[in-house]
């Protein structure tokens, strides 16, 4: 990981900043920045529309995203659709799909609003039966638990690679497993998990994997769902307009059969370039070598907060663990961060749009998080160590 | 959230001056909103002030940012009344300066600031610029060949002019026959009906009569300030003057020339205020206590 902080601008301006909020959103290094930029310096166009040169160049360029991006999650460029972010990409599943057959759909207290909302508000207008599962104490989800809650009537099951909260890789594995043994769909809220870990969508046996580009080093507007091929046709579009119909005449649609039918409108082109572009400098480190990376500073935060008696919330395991501890320490959370935020350490505190898990955890009043991405280090780590016991002073 | 009002406040006045503190000011003006509203602030402003308040003490130290941080919401409310507290003071201040001249009101030991007749505004703590008049007429009392002199230049209308009164008529009497006072009216532009209360004394003084008028003056003191020579007369009925000479001297304005003589010497002496007291040369500035004087008689030979 040497020199790689030097990629980041960002670091760059603000030498003493100590940035541990990327469960939030990541920095971004030059190359994404340069390949976003790029776009708007020499394509400019619309893709898939214009037959002009640069309107074929963009089709292509965006096109070779796809490729890059899939092939970066394991997946086939067929069957990747963009979205704006994993939220978006988790509505279109909740909304797209038919529940006309089985109308059950379980998830687990420990997901994001993202996966939660949309899903919730299909149950109050009463399209679907939804079962929330529990969790433990330290805030995983047993499989057991799962195949309790999955059985013939579940049409979709809905969990994340790696939790916003405890920073828990989770089981989703296992979990497609049991969804597919009963016949039921298996959607993936990778937002965390595909930043922080080898994605392999075809070998996980994953039907839909929904992932932003925000949190991977990539551009904030833009991330994807991706799809079993075959499932793509079984999904209603959340949109619709340009780009998604061969013809409207007569009255009649005829819309298209790729997954461009679920990109409406002019894309995020320089979004997509983008995400390409983070997927490469991923790809040149290594996921192998991020996760190791991530243990690594994980084992430092562990130890730094226990070192403040600071009541941390999830698993005590180190192993499947990322660099994500959400913590308390006496007083108000919020508090805490914006006094760690004086001292040049930004962290997230609140709920971070996991209420529900948060509450299972115990944290009624919300959390502090701190989580660590490629460019953080050890030294930082210490710092925030040594923040915290300063902090301690006050309570 | 309490702390909003004072941020309000703050951030208000300086936003005037930098568009940089509006935002600031428009977080305050919600959070004043929302808690008049008997909503909870959602604007964060008063969290990050205590932040950084707390931040900024830990540095130097932990036990009292311990303090502030475990008493912030107490120490808000404490620092709000303080300062509500003190516009209040501040807004009395502006009224009595207003209404009397000074910023203590009436009853206060003090003295009215000037001046708009010699220009000599902000130098109350310097009365060593002050220059002795030269010139000893004016409205005298006591014996002419004393040793010991004393100069005052007052305005009628003013409390703390009045408010020396009793302390000249005292000295008189304690050190009868050692002193020499001499009274040169000095009526500020700030009072109302000042002037005419002067030239009203001034015209006693030609009856020999200018301690009763001067004492039914400062008995009617608001009085005269609101009402002037309607309220004068009526005084100078009461003070036992004739009448007919004084209205003749009054309304005639015949000591209007000499009123001018003492302003002029007034503004010669760079006089800032009343009362000012000259002990053979030696200023004094408001109604100090007796025993200032009477150390300044001594010093001066008497």
């Known amino acids: ?395 | 959230m309490v702390l909003c009002f004072i941020a309000f406040f703050v951030f208000a006045v300086m936003s005037i001056f930098s568009a940089k503190y509006r935002p600031l000011a428009k977080e305050g003006f919600r959070c004043v909103f929302r808690t008049l509203m008997m909503k909870p602030c959602d604007t964060g402003l008063d969290e990050r002030i205590k932040a950084d308040v707390v931040s900024a003490v830990l540095k130097y130290s932990p036990p009292l940012a311990k303090v502030i941080n475990g008493h912030f919401a107490a120490l808000s409310w404490l620092f709000v009344i303080i300062t509500l507290a003190s516009f209040a003071y501040t807004a009395v201040g502006v009224y009595n300066f207003y209404v009397y001249g000074n910023c203590d009101g009436p009853q206060a030991i003090g003295a009215c600031i000037l001046n708009d007749i010699t220009g000599d505004y902000g130098r109350f703590s310097e009365p060593t610029d002050l220059i002795p008049p030269t010139a000893l007429d004016g409205m005298a009392a006591g014996n002419a060949s004393a040793n010991v002199t004393i100069i005052e230049f007052g305005c009628f209308t003013c409390p703390y002019t009045k408010k020396a009164e009793s302390t000249m008529k005292t000295l008189l009497q304690r050190y009868n026959g050692t002193i020499y006072y001499v009274f040169k009216p000095f009526p500020l532009p700030n009072h109302p009906y000042s002037q005419d209360a002067a030239r009203a004394v001034l015209c006693a003084y030609r009856q020999n009569k200018s301690w009763e008028l001067q004492d039914e003056i400062f008995r009617q003191q608001q009085v005269c300030s609101e009402e002037g020579a309607l309220a004068l007369k009526p005084l100078a009925q009461n003070a036992g003057l004739d009448m007919a000479a004084f209205n003749r001297c009054f309304d005639n304005n015949e000591t209007g020339a000499e009123l001018e003589r003492y302003v002029q010497e007034g503004r010669d002496a760079h006089i800032y205020a009343t009362p000012t007291f000259f002990i053979n040369g030696k200023p004094l500035v408001g109604p100090k206590p007796i025993e200032e004087f009477e150390k300044a008689i001594a010093e001066a030979g008497g």
């Not at chain 1, 089985?102 to 993202?114: D, G, L, N």
């Not at chain 1, 991330?223 to 079984?234: F, P």
């Not at chain 1, 913590?327 to 001292?343: E, I, Y």
């Open chain 1, 1 to 395: 990981m040497n020199g790689i902080r030097r990629d980041f601008p960002l670091l760059g301006a603000n030498p003493q900043l100590v940035y541990l909020d990327s469960a939030c959103t990541s920095l971004k290094p030059a190359q994404v920045i340069d390949a976003e930029t790029s776009y708007y310096t020499q394509l400019g166009a619309c893709g898939g529309r214009s037959s002009h040169a640069l309107g074929r160049k963009t089709t292509e360029k965006t096109e070779e995203a796809r490729e890059n991006v899939a092939r970066f999650v394991g997946a086939e460029a067929s069957g990747l659709v963009w979205t704006r972010n994993t939220t978006e990409g988790l509505n279109m599943v909740a909304s797209g799909l038919d529940y006309s057959k089985r109308r059950k759909v379980v998830t687990s207290v420990m997901e994001h609003h993202a996966v939660l909302l949309p899903f919730m508000k299909l149950r109050d207008r009463g399209q679907i039966r939804l079962e929330i599962v529990g969790c433990e104490s330290d805030g995983t989800v047993s499989a057991g638990r799962w195949a309790q809650a999955i059985d013939r009537e579940t049409a979709l099951v809905v969990t994340n690679s790696g939790t916003n909260t405890t920073g828990w890789k989770g089981n989703a594995r296992e979990v497609a497993k049991i969804a597919h043994d009963s016949g039921a769909l298996i959607c993936i809220d990778g937002a965390q998990g595909v930043a922080h870990g080898r994605t392999d969508f075809r070998r996980d046996d994953f039907d839909f994997l929904c992932f932003s580009g925000h949190k991977m080093l990539g551009p904030t507007g833009i991330g994807a769902l991706v799809s079993k091929r075959q499932l793509l046709d079984r999904l209603e579009p959340l949109m619709s307009g340009g780009g998604t119909v061969k013809a409207v005449s007569g009255g009649k649609i005829d819309p298209m059969n790729d997954q461009t039918r679920f990109e409406a409108g002019v894309q995020h082109y320089g979004g997509i370039l983008g995400l390409a572009a983070a997927c490469d400098y991923l790809k040149k480190i290594g996921m192998e070598k991020v996760e190791a990376h991530e243990k690594t500073l994980g084992m430092a935060l562990r130890r730094e907060l226990e070192a403040v008696d600071a009541v941390i919330y999830g698993p005590a395991d180190a192993a499947g663990h990322s660099a994500l501890y959400s913590f308390n320490l006496k007083g108000k959370p919020h508090d805490l961060a914006l006094m760690l935020d004086r001292q040049g350490i930004a962290v997230r505190s609140g709920f971070f749009c996991a209420q529900p898990a948060l509450e299972a955890l115990g944290a009624n009043d919300g959390a502090v998080r701190a989580s660590c991405y490629v460019y953080n280090t050890v030294d930082e780590v210490n710092k925030f160590g040594e923040a915290l016991r300063k902090l301690r002073q006050l309570y």
